[in-house]
């Protein structure tokens, strides 16, 4: 598709399960980034990928979220032991270039977490 | 640290009236500036950007906003508001880059805007 895509777009999961959201951004896309979005907040960033390299990790809330982007273009953000805490919208983003450029980042439509 | 303020949670104007949304910023350098739209259940859209350059920045669907150093404000405007701009709009900044590693964005809480027929 032209666009970035997450899926799921919704997941019910009960606490101390593990989850796995995933996220396919525009073809070519250097930069990927991954936000968390609490209701009635802004999205608050937590990693970053330059093509397959994690640069940035500093806004993962705790050791049981890692992401994951292998081959440089499909991204996984899993999330261990899941916690009420966590339930919130994860958002996927991707930027064509990589660096500190001024480009803008291309939201998919988010993946909405409920843990129960 | 980087960061902006959107000091109003929500601003309801008619249609047809001018829009003002707010922001104000705060950053160590050149401040670049975003503005994002968030339609119900949809991710964030890119409305607009500033740089550097012309104070006055055009930028999808008829939104503009000013950019004032003086008063470290980057205010989204509209001329003549309709219903379909209801949504929840965000203020953005460039997070200060020490190593040229990301063009990672710092968010705002977000104005819901509300348009009234």
């Known amino acids: 598709g032209a666009g970035v895509s997450q899926s799921p777009r919704y997941k019910v999961a009960k606490r101390g399960q593990d989850v796995a959201l995933r996220c396919d951004p525009i073809?070519?896309?250097?930069?990927l980034f991954w936000y968390q979005q609490a209701l009635g907040q802004g999205p608050e960033f937590l990693t970053y990928?330059?093509?397959?390299?994690?640069?940035?990790k500093s806004g993962l809330p705790s050791d049981r979220f890692f992401a994951e982007r292998p081959e440089g273009s499909v991204s996984t953000l899993k999330i261990q032991r899941t916690q009420q805490e966590d339930s919130a919208v994860y958002l996927c983003?991707?930027?064509?270039?990589?660096?500190?450029?001024?480009?803008?980042?291309?939201f998919g439509e988010g993946s909405r977490l409920t843990v129960l | 640290a980087q960061s902006v303020a959107q000091p109003e949670d929500q601003v309801n104007v008619a249609e047809g009236n001018p829009l003002t949304v707010k922001c104000t910023y705060s950053?160590?350098?050149?401040?670049?500036l975003f503005w994002y739209v968030q339609y119900p259940n949809r991710g964030l859209q890119f409305l607009l950007k500033?740089?550097?350059?012309?104070?006055l920045v055009k930028g999808s669907y008829g939104f503009e906003a000013e950019f004032n150093k003086s008063q470290t404000s980057f205010h989204l405007k509209k001329p003549s508001a309709l219903v379909s701009d209801s949504a929840l709009y965000f203020c953005?900044?460039?997070?200060?880059?020490?190593?040229?590693?990301?063009?990672?964005?710092?968010f705002g809480t977000g104005t819901l805007l509300a348009v009234q027929p």
């Open positions: 983003a991707s930027s064509l270039v990589g660096g500190a450029s001024t480009g803008e980042l291309f």
């Open positions: 073809s070519g896309h250097v930069s």
């Open positions: 990928f330059q093509n397959e390299a994690q640069l940035d």
């Open positions: 950053v160590s350098g050149n401040p670049y």
């Open positions: 500033y740089i550097t350059g012309d104070n």
């Open positions: 953005a900044v460039r997070d200060r880059d020490y190593g040229g590693a990301t063009n990672k964005l710092i």
